[in-house]
């Protein structure tokens, strides 16, 4: 339920982000980022199980494999793993964040708030839950590094929303069926997989224009083989996505963008840090 990969793809993420302006040797003097990185990961690991706890029914069409609840994990099992997971994750959270501005405490219980709304309805709406998501992992470098920002970070920034985008929407494509059979709003129920696979197209399309932009702005080797690298990745993922007719062939893309995802978030210090 807690999707222990996706959690470590946080860990790395504000791992990532903090070593971009830190260097390596005083990560073992910063208690407070290491209290950050254990909030964004109960929180996320919350959001997790309570969103398999509101989508039992659909998960059950779409992937009876891995469906825990009222299966192998009990309603009430589930409810209070949410709750102490959130808990953990706010007080970790306000300690990790309280020698920045203050603005950084809100960020564990928006986080927290979104990710309940997105379970309880945002999911089912068009766009509405994508973006939310999109925006909850678009904080995880913010969160990272709290009120150190530059450019590099904004990169991240636009790094995490762009491809968590993307994969949301594919596995909504991935999931059209069992959407379908529920009433959800999604982006692949209302305009079938076919115009979803083009909307993904042109998304990709616009995301490596600003990797060809970012190209003639940065002038440094190891930069400019970042973002080559990103934009071969991409291209892959089109020759996936150019395959994928059917609801279940959605499954390639969405692998093929958390092997992009995974590389930009173990490159990103090496090449702006």
């Known amino acids: 339920m807690t999707r222990p990969v996706n959690l470590a793809i946080i860990g790395l993420t504000m791992l990532s982000a903090w070593l971009i302006i830190h260097p390596v040797e005083s990560l073992l003097a910063d208690f407070s980022f290491a209290l950050r990185v254990m909030s964004a990961i109960c929180i996320a690991a919350a959001g997790n199980v309570i969103n398999d706890y509101f989508d039992r029914k659909v998960d059950l069409i779409n992937k009876p494999e891995r469906t825990y609840i009222d299966i192998s994990v009990k ?11 959130n808990f953990v994750g706010i007080i970790a959270g306000w300690m990790g964040c309280r020698n920045g501005h203050g603005l ?16 309880a309805v945002l999911k089912r709406k068009f766009l509405s839950g994508n973006i939310s998501v999109a925006l909850c992992t678009a904080m995880v470098p913010l969160w990272a590094v709290c009120d150190i920002l530059n450019k590099s970070i904004l990169i991240a920034v636009l790094f995490a929303f762009a491809t968590t985008l993307l994969r ?6 991935e999931d059209e069926i069992g959407d379908k059979t529920l009433g959800y709003d999604t982006l692949a129920v209302r305009l079938g997989s076919e115009k979803t696979r083009v909307m993904l197209q042109r998304m990709t399309l616009i995301i490596m224009g600003l990797c060809l932009i970012l190209l003639a702005i940065y002038g440094e080797t190891m930069q400019r083989i970042f973002f080559g690298l990103i934009m071969a990745e991409l291209i892959v993922f089109l020759i996936h996505l150019k395959q994928s007719m059917h609801p279940q062939d959605f499954s390639k893309p969405s692998r093929t963008l958390k092997i992009i995802m995974l590389s930009g978030v173990l490159l990103l210090p090496w090449v702006f840090g």
């Open 168 to 173: 949301e929407i594919v596995k909504d494509a």
């Open 75 to 85: 309603r009430r099992v589930a409810i209070a793993s949410h709750v102490l997971l």
């Open 104 to 119: 950084w405490l809100i960020c564990p219980c928006l986080t927290l708030a979104i990710l309940w709304w997105y379970s």
